[in-house]
C-alpha cells in the first residue's frame, strides 16, 4: 500500500461516527491479507469477518486476558499489548513439565553434588518465574532449551531426517503429550528401544541435556545467563543473502525480548548453533485514535530509507527495540509540513526497469 493511501485510509478512520463505519468505509482500500479492528466504546468491528470459529491460539489467549483486565484501553495500554512479551506457551507447559521435579525428589539425584544443586536452583527459578520472555533474564533461556530437547527427545526416533521438524517448536504437539489428550503420551516412549520410556522420565532427561547445553557455552553460574544472548534479532539487509563482513556491517542485530507466542512476536530460525536466533518477528506497528488527529503513533523496526548510506536507514532502530513509539498524524497537511522529503516506490515493470531520477527504495 503507497502511502498516500495509507494515510488517507487512516483519515477515513478519525471520520467515522463508530467502530462500524469506521470499517464499512475502509474495507475496500484494505490489501489482501491485511486485517481491521476497530474499537469504540460500545462496539467492536473486524474485517474481514470470520467465518468459523476455531481454537484459541496461545497469543490469542493471552490477548483475551489482557483483554479482561479492562474494557476501555488509553493509547498507552494500546502500545503496552503491543509490547506483551508474556509467553501463555511458558504458563501452560511449564507446570506440566515440572510438576514431578517440583515437587518429587528425581530418584536419579545425589544429594550434595554440584549439578543436583545447579538443577536445583534452576527448578525455583522457574517456580518464581511470571512467563516473561525477557531478554535479560535467564529465565526464558532455561525455558527454551528445555523445550527444545524435550521436543527432539520425543520426535527424533520417529522422524530422524526431518530436522525441522523437531528443531521448531510445537507446542500444541507438546501439550497434547504432556497432557495424555486421547493417549498422546504414547509419543514419549523411545520406539526403537525396548524400555517404555514416560513422560516423566524423558522431561527428566531434557532437563539434563539443556543444563549440559547452557554450561557449556555460558558456564554454572545462571545468574550471568540471559535470554538476549541466544535471542538476538539479525535484520539483514536484502539485497545481500550470503553472509560475510558486508553483510555484518549493514545488518542491525540486538538482543530482543519475547518468543514465537508472544503479542510482540519474535520467530526462531532453524540454525543448529544458534537456534534462538530471530528470523523475522513483529515489523510495523501503530496505535491509531479515532477522536483525534494527533493521538496515533507508530514505530518500524529500521528506518524509512532501505539504503544503508542513508541517516533514515537504521535511525528507529534503537526506539523499536526499547518500545518507543513515534506521534503520527492523520492530517496531511501537518505529515507533509514536517516531512524531511518524499519517497515514492515504484514496482519495477517492462516498462520501467529502473526507478526514475528523485524517487527512492
Not at 481491521?36 to 490469542?60: G, Q
Not at 502500545?79 to 513439565?97: C, W, Y
Request: contains cysteine; glycine residues 6%; negative net charge.
Amino acid at each position: 500500500m503507497q502511502a498516500a493511501g495509507f494515510l488517507t485510509m487512516l483519515e477515513l478512520f478519525t471520520r467515522s461516527a463508530d467502530a462500524t463505519d469506521a470499517i464499512g468505509v475502509a474495507a475496500d482500500m484494505l490489501p489482501k491479507g491485511m486485517e481491521a479492528l476497530a474499537i469504540d466504546r460500545e462496539t467492536v468491528a473486524r474485517w474481514p469477518k470470520e467465518e468459523a470459529v476455531r481454537a484459541l491460539s496461545f497469543r490469542d489467549i493471552r490477548l483475551a486476558e489482557l483483554e479482561a483486565r479492562q474494557s476501555i484501553f488509553s493509547t498507552e495500554g494500546a502500545i503496552g499489548v503491543q509490547r506483551d512479551t508474556v509467553s501463555t506457551v511458558a504458563r501452560t507447559l511449564l507446570p506440566l513439565m515440572a510438576k514431578e521435579l517440583w515437587f518429587v525428589q528425581s530418584r536419579d539425584s545425589i544429594e550434595g553434588t554440584d549439578a543436583n544443586d545447579l538443577r536445583r536452583e534452576l527448578l525455583d527459578r522457574l517456580a518464581s518465574w511470571n512467563g516473561d520472555m525477557d531478554r535479560y533474564s535467564p529465565e526464558p533461556l532455561l525455558f527454551w532449551t528445555w523445550l527444545r530437547a524435550l521436543q527432539q527427545r520425543i520426535l527424533k526416533d520417529e522422524f530422524p531426517a526431518a530436522q525441522q521438524l523437531w528443531t521448531r517448536p510445537n507446542p500444541n504437539f507438546l501439550y497434547a503429550v504432556l497432557s495424555d489428550r486421547r493417549g498422546s503420551a504414547i509419543w514419549c516412549d523411545i520406539r526403537l528401544s525396548s524400555p517404555r520410556e514416560t513422560c516423566e522420565e524423558q522431561v527428566r532427561v531434557a532437563l539434563d541435556d539443556a543444563l549440559g547445553w547452557l554450561v557449556d557455552r555460558y558456564g554454572r553460574d545462571p545468574s550471568t545467563w540471559t535470554w538476549g544472548e541466544e535471542h538476538r534479532l539479525d535484520m539483514q539487509w536484502s539485497p545481500i543473502s550470503s553472509r560475510g563482513l558486508l553483510t555484518n556491517l549493514l545488518s542491525l542485530q540486538a538482543p530482543i525480548s519475547g518468543d514465537p507466542f508472544t503479542q510482540f512476536l519474535t520467530s526462531f530460525g532453524v540454525e543448529e548453533d544458534r537456534p534462538f536466533l530471530v528470523s523475522a518477528g513483529s515489523n510495523f506497528q501503530a496505535v491509531m485514535s479515532i477522536s483525534e488527529a494527533a493521538g496515533s503513533y507508530y514505530i518500524t523496526p529500521a528506518g524509512q530509507s532501505g539504503h544503508p548510506l542513508s541517516r533514515f536507514y537504521d535511525n528507529l532502530f534503537p526506539s523499536w527495540i526499547q518500545g518507543e513509539y513515534l506521534a503520527m498524524s492523520t492530517d496531511l497537511s501537518l505529515a507533509r509540513g514536517g516531512a524531511s522529503g518524499i519517497s515514492r516506490l515504484t514496482p519495477a515493470t517492462s516498462d520501467n526497469p529502473r526507478m526514475s531520477e528523485g524517487q527512492s527504495e
